[in-house]
């Protein structure tokens, strides 16, 4: 059974910084490239960065590249993504979703919200 937990959203002033992480367990994920997602209010649910199996390469969006950095630690039996969020914008309230990439499972996690806001 696969599980998403997503945490450590907030309220954070333009220009701050967060650390999202992602407990994420399943026999199907394991080798499984895993992503951060957001959707932004009103809007559809987009790409925002992934990492690879063994954490070597990474993919972004281009509004978040130089600003985000994706990572993950591999245990045993459970996963972790984080997103390190730098120089965080107005633009970048979200609710913030991992799961696999490209193709995310059919089962998404409650998410965590960001909210950039002075």
């Known amino acids: 059974q696969v599980q998403f937990v997503e945490s450590g959203g907030g309220l954070v002033q333009p220009g701050g910084s967060l650390r999202l992480s992602c407990a994420n367990s399943?026999?199907?994920?394991?080798?499984?490239?895993m992503a951060w997602y957001r959707r932004a209010p009103g809007k559809e649910r987009e790409f925002v960065a992934a990492?690879?199996?063994?954490?070597?390469?990474?993919?972004?969006a281009e509004s978040v590249e130089a600003r985000f950095t994706i990572s993950r630690t591999n245990g045993r039996n459970t996963n972790t993504v984080y997103l390190q969020m730098n120089n965080l914008k107005p633009e970048d309230t979200a609710v913030y979703y991992c799961?696999?990439?490209?193709?995310?499972?059919?089962?998404w996690g409650q998410g965590t919200q960001v909210t950039v806001s002075s």
């Open positions: 990492v690879y199996w063994h954490g070597t390469r990474t993919s972004y």
């Open positions: 399943g026999a199907i994920l394991h080798g499984s490239t």
């Open positions: 799961n696999t990439y490209p193709r995310p499972q059919l089962y």
